[in-house]
C-alpha cells in the first residue's frame, strides 16, 4: 500500500474530484441565488459601487462578493462556473493555507492529511461549492492566521504587513463579523508584540483603503443614510430575528455538520488544553473556542458562521485520529468501534432504508446510483479499518473513506445542481417559447413571502433577459411577459395569455400582454 507520505508528490492532483465539478449547475435562492443576481445588475447597469435590487439601491450589505462574481463573469463569460469561481479559488487558497499552518506548527509530516480533512466537513465541502462570501471571508482569516504565525516565527517585515493586511478585505467582505477574529487574535498579537509593528499597521491601512475609498464614494452619492443601513443590518442581526437561535447552538450544530470527524476534532481540542507548545495551544485551542463563545453569545445563529475556524478543527482532527490510533484504552477502543464498525453499519442500513423506500429523498435516478455508491465505498473502507496494522495504513484508510465519498457526492450534482427540475423547465420554456431575446418583467411587489422571494430569485437567473421589475400587469407593453403570481380576472382574460403556469415555478406564471 502505498505511502501516504508519498501523496505529497502530487497533493494538489488529489483535490481536483472534490474541487471540480464540470456538470450543469444551479443556485439556491439564498444566499448565493441573491448575490448572482446583483452581480447580473453591476454587469447590466455598469453601476459596480452599490448593490442593487429590481432597479433600486438596496444597502444591508457591502458589495464584495457581487463585485467579484462580476468580474469573474465579465473575464470568463456569464455562466454559472464564473458565478462559482471566486468561491472556488478562495477554496484552494483555504486549502493550501491548512496545508501550510500544519506544517508550521506541527510538522512536515502526514501535513497533506489536515487539508484533506478540511476538504471533507461536508459544512466545507458544501460552502466551497456556493456563490457565497463566507469561504472568501474564511480564507481571508486563514491568511492572517498563517502569516501572524510566521511573524512570530520568523519575524520578517513582509510578514507583519500580511499579518494585519486581510483586516480590511476581510471587512470589505463581511463587515462587523471582522471583528470577531481580531478579538480572538489579538492576545497572540499583544503578546509577540506583532501589534506594534510598523508594517502591521502598514498592511492595516493599505488592506482597508478599498473599503475606505467604497464608504467615502458611496456617502457622497447616496448620502449617509443610505450608508447607514450597514449600520442598521448589524443592529437587526445582534436583536431577536429569523435566525436567532439557542446559545447552545453550535454545540449540536457544529459536530452535525463536520460528521464524521467530529469525536476526533473534540479529541484533538482536549489533547491542546495540555500542550506545552504556546502555538498549538494558542490556534488549536483557545483561538477556536474563542470563536465559537463569541458566535454563541450573538443572537443571529447559522450553520455557515463557524467556517472560519473549519482549517484549524481539521489539524485539530488529525490529532485526534493519530491520538485514538496510538492509545488502548478503554475510551479510545470505544471511538474506535464507534466509528470502524457503528458508523459503516450505520451506512449500509441508510442504503436499504433509500433503496426500498423507508426513507424519502429527493433524488433523481443518477443521484441516488451516486448516493448508494458513496455510501457503501464509504462503509467498507472505514470497516477494513480493522484489518490494518501500521500507522500509515491506518492514516490512509482514515482519509480514504470521507474522501471518496464526498467526491462521489460532489460529482453526482448535489452540491451544484441545487435546483435542476426548476432549471430543466426554464431551459425548455426559454427554448419552446423562443424567449432568448425578449426582455421579461417580474412583478416584484408580489414577492411577499419567503416561498415566492425565494423561487423568483431562480427563476429569474434562469431568464435571458430581465427588466427592472413593475409594480403591477397593467404595466406592461403590448407582446411583453412577466412572471406574477396574480389570478388573471375573467374580464382581462384576453389581454393576457398564460404562457405558463407548471407547478415548477409555483406560485408564479409567465404570461404575455396580447
Known amino acids: 500500500m502505498e505511502s501516504v507520505k508519498n501523496i505529497k508528490n502530487f497533493w494538489p492532483l488529489i483535490f481536483l474530484p472534490l474541487l471540480l465539478y464540470l456538470g450543469d449547475r444551479s443556485l439556491i435562492s439564498t444566499d448565493e441565488g441573491y448575490y448572482a443576481l446583483q452581480a447580473r445588475w453591476i454587469l447590466e447597469t455598469g453601476n459596480w459601487l452599490i448593490p442593487q435590487w429590481w432597479g433600486e439601491v438596496t444597502f444591508d450589505r457591502t458589495i464584495g462578493i457581487q463585485f467579484l ?35 508550521e506548527i506541527l510538522d512536515k509530516k502526514y501535513s497533506i492529511i489536515s487539508p484533506i480533512i478540511l476538504s471533507t466537513f461536508f459544512l466545507w465541502i458544501n460552502y466551497a461549492h456556493m456563490a457565497t462570501q463566507d469561504m472568501i471571508f474564511s480564507s481571508m482569516i486563514t491568511f492572517g ?39 480572538a487574535i489579538l492576545p497572540f498579537w499583544i503578546e509577540n508584540k506583532i501589534i506594534l509593528r510598523r508594517y502591521f499597521w502598514i498592511g492595516s ?12 464614494k458611496i456617502i457622497l452619492l447616496y448620502g449617509f443614510p443610505v450608508y447607514n443601513g450597514l449600520y ?19 454545540l449540536w450544530n457544529l459536530p452535525l455538520n463536520i460528521f464524521p470527524w467530529s469525536i476526533f476534532s473534540t479529541v484533538g481540542l482536549a489533547i491542546n488544553l495540555k500542550t506545552t507548545n504556546p502555538n498549538i495551544k494558542y490556534f488549536l485551542f483557545f483561538y477556536p473556542l474563542t470563536i465559537l463563545f463569541l458566535l454563541s453569545i450573538f443572537s443571529t445563529k447559522t450553520p455557515y458562521y463557524p467556517i472560519q475556524i473549519l482549517p484549524l478543527l481539521a489539524i485539530n482532527t488529525f490529532l485526534g485520529i493519530k491520538t485514538t490510533i496510538e492509545n488502548q484504552n478503554i475510551i479510545f477502543k470505544f471511538i474506535k468501534n464507534f466509528h470502524f464498525n457503528f458508523i459503516p453499519i450505520m451506512f449500509i442500513i441508510l442504503v436499504i432504508g433509500v433503496r426500498f423506500d423507508f426513507i424519502n429523498i429527493n433524488l433523481d435516478k443518477q443521484q441516488e446510483i451516486f448516493l448508494y455508491i458513496s455510501f457503501l465505498t464509504f462503509s467498507i473502507i472505514w470497516y477494513s479499518f480493522n484489518f490494518t496494522k501500521n500507522l500509515k495504513q491506518k492514516l490512509l484508510i482514515i482519509i480514504l473513506g470521507p474522501y471518496l465519498l464526498m467526491s462521489l457526492i460532489v460529482q453526482s450534482g448535489l452540491l451544484n445542481d441545487r435546483s435542476k427540475d426548476l432549471r430543466l423547465e426554464s431551459e425548455r420554456l426559454v427554448k419552446d417559447e423562443k424567449l432568448i431575446e425578449e426582455k421579461i418583467e417580474f412583478v416584484n411587489q408580489e414577492a411577499s413571502n419567503a416561498e415566492s422571494h425565494s423561487k423568483i430569485i431562480k427563476i429569474a437567473l434562469f431568464m435571458p433577459k430581465i427588466g427592472n421589475g413593475i409594480d403591477d400587469i397593467s404595466f406592461l407593453k403590448h407582446n411583453q411577459y412577466a412572471w406574477t403570481t396574480s389570478e388573471i380576472i375573467l374580464e382581462k382574460e384576453a389581454e393576457y395569455e398564460i404562457i ?9 406564471k409567465l404570461i404575455k400582454k396580447i
Request: hydrophobic share 45%; glycine share 4%.
Open 69 to 103: 462574481i462580476a468580474l469573474s463573469q465579465k473575464v470568463f463569460g456569464k455562466n454559472e462556473f464564473s458565478i462559482s469561481l471566486p468561491t472556488s479559488l478562495a477554496a484552494i487558497i483555504n486549502i493550501y493555507l491548512t496545508y501550510k499552518i500544519h506544517r
Open 145 to 183: 492566521i498563517y502569516y501572524s504565525l510566521k511573524s512570530k516565527i520568523q519575524k520578517k517585515n513582509i510578514y507583519f504587513f500580511f499579518s494585519g493586511f486581510w483586516i480590511g478585505l476581510a471587512i470589505m467582505m463581511k463587515t462587523y463579523m471582522t471583528v470577531l477574529p481580531i478579538i
Open 205 to 216: 491601512l493599505l488592506g482597508i483603503l478599498p473599503f475606505l475609498f467604497w464608504s467615502y
Open 232 to 250: 442598521e443590518k448589524v443592529l437587526t442581526l445582534s436583536g431577536n430575528n429569523t435566525f436567532t437561535k439557542s446559545t447552545f447552538y453550535y
Open 500 to 508: 405558463t403556469k407548471s407547478k415548477i415555478f409555483k406560485p408564479w
